[in-house]
């Protein structure tokens, strides 16, 4: 099983609603990412969870909370958006690097397109 | 600062060609570089990558040139084929445990039968 599985792929909320991105891997993969990307944009990284720590904040606003319960499981709390978060957020996962030179990819999921009304 | 740059925004390619996309970094830090590509409304799918110790490493039609000095890689498909027709993103990697990678703005390659 490779793959990284998000859910929904569609969502609508309102700027007063609480709503949660979920992903899924069973890789065994040790490093989880949330990344948000703009029509013709590169995907941003917004938080990397390592070994089910928080590792990596890149200063995203507190209205996205994330959270990693297991292992496997990640998911993005939402709360209070504004419109301009509207974008396709995609869920990644990876083995943690071991040493200079020796990377490994991040397995994506399809995103869940965010629409913030 | 955009620590990796793809100045191409688009390529077009006659299919059985050469297609060469390019990417600049500019944060000698890095040491592990990957591309991947992007259809329409899916995640980026892996395609390569190459570690800083090495220089070129090479995958079927897919082959990733690495010049630390020029601090520039390059892609080359060949032969290019129709269904190669995505967004194509370099990332770059430092050697941290969480695996972060930055990412170039992509680059549309479009291969014509």
């Known amino acids: 099983d490779t793959e990284v599985t998000q859910t929904p792929k569609h969502l609508v909320m309102g700027m007063t609603n609480k709503k949660s991105l979920k992903c899924e891997q069973h890789m065994g993969h040790r490093a989880m990412y949330w990344y948000k990307q703009k029509a013709k944009k590169p995907p941003e990284l917004m938080f990397v969870y390592s070994y089910e720590k928080l590792s990596i904040n890149e200063s995203v606003p507190s209205r996205f909370s994330p959270e990693c319960p297991n292992s496997s499981l990640l998911n993005l709390h939402l709360h209070a958006l504004q419109p301009e978060d509207s974008a396709l957020y995609l869920c990644?996962?990876?083995?943690?690097?071991?040493?200079?030179?020796?990377?490994?990819?991040?397995?994506f999921g399809q995103g869940t397109r965010l629409t913030v009304v | 600062d955009q620590q990796v740059k793809q100045n191409s925004p688009s390529l077009s390619v006659q299919e059985g060609r050469i297609s060469i996309l390019n990417c600049d970094y500019t944060n000698s830090m890095f040491d592990y570089f990957l591309w991947y590509k992007k259809y329409p409304a899916e995640g980026p799918t892996f395609l390569i990558s190459i570690s800083s110790i090495k220089d070129k490493n090479e995958d079927g039609r897919f082959t990733v040139f690495l010049n630390k000095s020029a601090k520039h890689l390059s892609l080359h498909i060949v032969p290019s084929q129709p269904g190669d027709s995505a967004v194509y993103f370099c990332a770059a990697s430092l050697n941290t445990n969480a695996g972060k990678s930055t990412f170039g703005d992509g680059t549309t390659l479009t291969v014509k039968p």
């Open positions: 990644a996962s990876s083995q943690p690097r071991t040493g200079a030179g020796l990377g490994t990819e991040a397995f």
